[in-house]
């Protein structure tokens, strides 16, 4: 199973990044357990400048922009490949 972590304070961004992640672990059935950090401090342990951040299995895949779902596809379908090695 995935862990996917959208960081941010649940601005719009974050909910759009949210629901775009969602979609895509439905498109490819995948079970995915959805995280969301809004603690600033939890956030920062990312390095990341500016939110929304996508983070899947612990590797920061996105921050600051709102990926399409066919990049958030990719870097699940990455992740899934990855996890089962």
């Known amino acids: 199973m995935l862990t996917i972590k959208i960081l941010g ?3 719009a961004n974050c909910k759009k990044l949210d ?5 895509a ?3 490819m059935n995948l079970q995915a357990e ?5 603690n600033h401090a939890e956030i920062m342990q ?4 500016s939110t929304p951040g996508l983070v899947v299995n612990e590797k920061l895949v996105s921050a600051g922009r ?7 596809t990719t870097w699940l379908a990455d ?3 990855g996890e089962q090695k």
């Open 79 to 81: 992740a899934e490949t």
């Open 25 to 27: 672990a439905e498109s």
């Open 34 to 38: 959805f995280i969301k950090v809004t």
């Open 46 to 49: 990312y390095n990341i400048m």
């Open 66 to 72: 709102i990926p399409c779902v066919a990049e958030i």
């Open 19 to 23: 629901a775009l992640a969602h979609q």
């Open 9 to 11: 304070p649940g601005c």
